[in-house]
Nanobody
Framework: QVQLVESGGGLVQAGGSLRLSCAAS????????MGWFRQAAGKEREFVAA???????TWYADSVKGRFTISDNAKNTVYLQMNILKPEDTAVYYC??????????????????WGQGTQVTVSS
């Protein structure tokens, strides 16, 4: 059974940094696409970043390009390094996974497995 567990959220001031982690278990994730999404209060879940496992191919939402970086430890953990955080980055952040062989996946329905989410709050 695939399980994704996020950690690393918290409260940070604008301009600061946080690193989120997603521990994946339940099967081999080699070749999987791992994604990060976020959902602010009252808004729809939106794509943030994704990577095919091993980090060779990555893609990002325009709103986070140059500030966020997705990576993994080539084993079972995916990271989202978030720099120069803005108040509008405040949301619950979710880790997601799919074993699709497609690239550029950026819609929530394209992912099959989800974590429980971790709150990120950026104060101004």
């Amino acid at each position: 059974q695939v399980q994704l567990v996020e950690s690393g959220g918290g409260l940070v001031q604008a301009g600061g940094s946080l690193r989120l982690s997603c521990a994946a278990s339940g099967r081999t994730f080699s070749g999987a696409v791992m994604g990060w999404f976020r959902q602010a209060a009252g808004k729809e879940r939106e794509f943030v970043a994704a990577s095919r496992w091993s980090g060779r191919y990555t893609w990002y939402a325009d709103s986070v390009k140059g500030r966020f970086t997705i990576s993994d430890n080539a084993k079972n953990t995916v990271y989202l390094q978030m720099n120069i955080l803005k108040p509008e980055d405040t949301a619950v952040y979710y880790c997601a996974a799919t074993f699709s062989d497609r690239y550029g996946l950026g819609r929530a329905h394209e992912y099959d497995f989800w974590g429980q989410g971790t709150q990120v709050t950026v104060s101004s």
